[in-house]
C-alpha cells in the first residue's frame, strides 16, 4: 500500500517505521523536519516539509497515488482539516485522524472523520491492567465483552492446532504472528511454541486456554 502519514511525533514516527519495515511505500508530512529524525537512518520512505493540510505539501508527497492517509499530528484541528483536504481534493477514502481532546469526538462524528481517540486507548489499557489483565491488550470494544488481543503460545503445546485453541462461544483466531511472518490461518493451521496469536476474545475466555499460554499466572486459589 502507499500511505501518507501527516506528524512526525512518537506517533506518527513509530507507524511510519512499522509501515515501512513491511514493504509498504510510507511517505511522512511534518512542519518541521528536524522531527524526522526520529525515523531513523534505515527508513526508507520520504520526507516532506509542510502544512498537514497544505496542499502542494501533500501533492509533493504523493497523496494523489495514496491507498490511505493518516493524520497524526499532537493538532486536532490540523488533524481534521487534514483529512478533510485528503478526502475532498484527492479523494482518499480510508483516512483516519488522531483525537487527543475527547470533547472533540461529536465535531469529528459529525464531519464523518474516522479517528482515534488516544486518550481514551491510554485510559482502557490502563484500567485493564489495574482491574484484570485478561491478555496483552490490543482495542477494547465500546459497549461489548469483546477485545482484539495477543497472547504468546508455550513450549509445550503439542501440535496445537486453530481448531485446538478456538472457542466457539469465546475465542476466533485472526492472525499468527512466527519469525518475522505474518499467517491467516484455517482451522487445521498447526500452532508452535513462541507463536504470537491475535484473536477475537471474550471476557472470561483466558481461563479457559491459559494452559496454553506464556507466563500464566499460578492459580493459587
Known sequence: MRIVIAGCGRVGSDLAVA?????HDVSVVDLEAARFAALGGTFNGTTHEGSAYDVRTLRD?????????VAVTNN?????MAVQVARSVFGIEKTIAR???PHRADAYRALNVRYVAASQLVS???HEQIIEQEFDYHVTFSGGDVE???????????GLTVDGLELDDGLRIAAVRRDGRTFIPDGAFKLEPGDLVV????????????????DVEPDLS
Do not use: C, K
Request: no cysteine.
Open 61 to 69: 508527497a504523493g497523496i494523489e497515488f495514496a491507498d490511505a492517509f
Open 124 to 126: 482502557r489499557v490502563i
Open 99 to 101: 483525537l487527543d481532546d
Open 76 to 80: 486536532d484541528n490540523a488533524n481534521v
Open 19 to 23: 509501515l515501512a519495515e513491511e514493504a
Open 199 to 214: 484473536a477475537a476474545a471474550r471476557h472470561g475466555s483466558r481461563a479457559r486456554i491459559s494452559r496454553f499460554l506464556v
Open 148 to 158: 482484539v488481543v495477543e497472547m504468546t503460545l508455550r513450549g509445550d503445546i503439542d
